[in-house]
């Protein structure tokens, strides 16, 4: 375990920014880090409103992984604290936040839930842009210095036991949720189904 460590450390001293660290590099980190994750419910909210059922139930998966995944890193946070870097004077920190456990990143998870559930569900090609992302995303977390990389592969871990849990109880729940989620929609949104603005 201290052998890991010791290589979690050094690896995350490699990526994060030095003290000679360009402003407009921090800058643009600060917004790959903060804000690209917003991509992720408009993507959603995409499949949702302008694709067919199938494009439903694969932000219908995604969402119930993304949710089961965040949910493990809370149990997993609540047995085991795994300080951040800058909470023992490790690196730079260039992001300010709080002094919870680093193991594994919510944000690395959020992207490695959505890309899997949709490279499961047959979108290669959105799957290959969310994963995408969300390296930029890993990487900008470590280089302004709130996590490991370790903690990145974490979250593909966890994303992965989320993926497989969804994947199994979708077949005796998925299709009876999705069927009034659908019913809902329509009525909710009859007027823009009716003028053509989004799919019915």
Known sequence: MQEIEALNRTLFL???GGAATPPWLVDTAYVIAEWLIYLLPALMLALWLWGGHDRRRLAAKALLATLLALGINQV???FWMHPRPFMIGLG??????VPDSSFPSDHGTVFAAVGLALMLGGA???AAVVFGTGLAVAWARI??????PFDMVGAVVVSAVACGVIGVLWGTAG?????PAERLYRVMFARPIKAGWVRP
């Open 124 to 126: 290669t090609r959105l």
């Open 175 to 179: 299709e009876a949720l999705l069927g």
């Open 143 to 148: 280089f302004l210095g709130v996590h490991y």
């Open 14 to 16: 490699h990526i994060n």
């Open 76 to 78: 997993i946070a609540l």
């Open 92 to 97: 730079h920190a260039w992001l300010e936040h």
